[in-house]
């Protein structure tokens, strides 16, 4: 007698459908969201400011080292293209193994931005420039500065991610923790891209 009961073939089973997923947390995009939200408000402040004295303005930032900014929005842009591809990494099964290498690279362009930023602002203090200087350098100081601060967490949070590139396996809110690292690191460099222009290049 024939069993009617007997399980099918799992290939007969019908599959459940993968939905499409929003990377990290939800919480994290309410962050980043808000944090730039703060960044456009100083943003706009710092256009009033351009506008009420253009001259002014447009003598301060021929003071710019414009190279410095050209050579960091080259390392965040390179950051970015390797924590994108780190991401990939730890989602493949093959390819696990380069994720450390890739944050170590990020790691690597945004301590180098930091450095050179030192680096211009020791040359704009020894040639008395300071945010006492005009309404134009306090915005560039306050800007380039919560920049910087946002970067230098960054770096922590890039520390964070090697570690967990370096798991053998990671659970899926090991894997949610790493998307929000990246995409925190992603809001630094298009931090970046709008600031280096806005500061260094629009008149």
């Given at each position: 007698?024939?069993?009617?009961?007997?399980?099918?073939?799992?290939?007969?089973?019908?599959?459940?459908?993968?939905?499409?997923?929003?990377?990290?947390?939800?919480?994290?995009?309410?962050?980043?969201?808000?944090?730039?939200?703060?960044?456009?408000?100083?943003?706009?402040?710092?256009?009033?400011?351009?506008?009420?004295?253009?001259?002014?303005?447009?003598?301060?930032?021929?003071?710019?080292?414009?190279?410095f900014g050209a050579i960091n929005t080259v390392l965040l842009l390179v950051s970015s293209l390797l924590v994108v591809l780190a991401t990939r990494a730890v989602r493949s099964e093959t390819q696990s193994r380069h994720a450390p290498t890739f944050i170590s690279?990020?790691?690597?362009?945004?301590?180098?931005?930091?450095?050179?930023?030192?680096?211009?602002?020791?040359?704009?203090?020894?040639?008395?420039?300071?945010?006492?200087?005009?309404?134009?350098?306090?915005?560039?100081?306050?800007?380039?500065?919560?920049?910087?601060?946002?970067?230098?967490?960054?770096?922590?949070?890039?520390?964070?991610?090697?570690?967990?590139?370096?798991?053998?396996?990671?659970?899926?809110?090991?894997?949610?923790?790493?998307?929000?690292?990246?995409?925190?690191?992603?809001?630094?460099?298009?931090?970046?891209?709008?600031?280096?222009?806005?500061?260094?290049?629009?008149?």
């Amino acid at each position: 007698m024939v069993n009617t009961t007997e399980a099918r073939p799992a290939e007969a089973m019908p599959s459940p459908k993968k939905g499409r997923r929003t990377p990290a947390e939800g919480g994290v995009w309410i962050f980043i969201f808000g944090d730039m939200c703060v960044f456009a408000v100083f943003f706009v402040l710092f256009q009033l400011v351009r506008i009420s004295n253009p001259a002014q303005a447009a003598l301060d930032q021929a003071a710019l080292n414009k190279n410095f900014g050209a050579i960091n929005t080259v390392l965040l842009l390179v950051s970015s293209l390797l924590v994108v591809l780190a991401t990939r990494a730890v989602r493949s099964e093959t390819q696990s193994r380069h994720a450390p290498t890739f944050i170590s690279g990020a790691f690597i362009c945004g301590a180098g931005f930091l450095a050179i930023k030192v680096v211009e602002y020791a040359e704009k203090v020894h040639r008395g420039i300071t945010p006492y200087t005009s309404d134009f350098f306090m915005y560039y100081y306050v800007l380039t500065g919560l920049h910087a601060f946002h970067l230098l967490i960054g770096l922590v949070v890039l520390i964070g991610l090697h570690r967990l590139a370096r798991k053998p396996a990671m659970s899926t809110n090991e894997l949610s923790f790493f998307e929000s690292g990246a995409c925190f690191w992603h809001m630094v460099d298009l931090l970046w891209i709008v600031l280096f222009p806005l500061i260094f290049l629009v008149r």
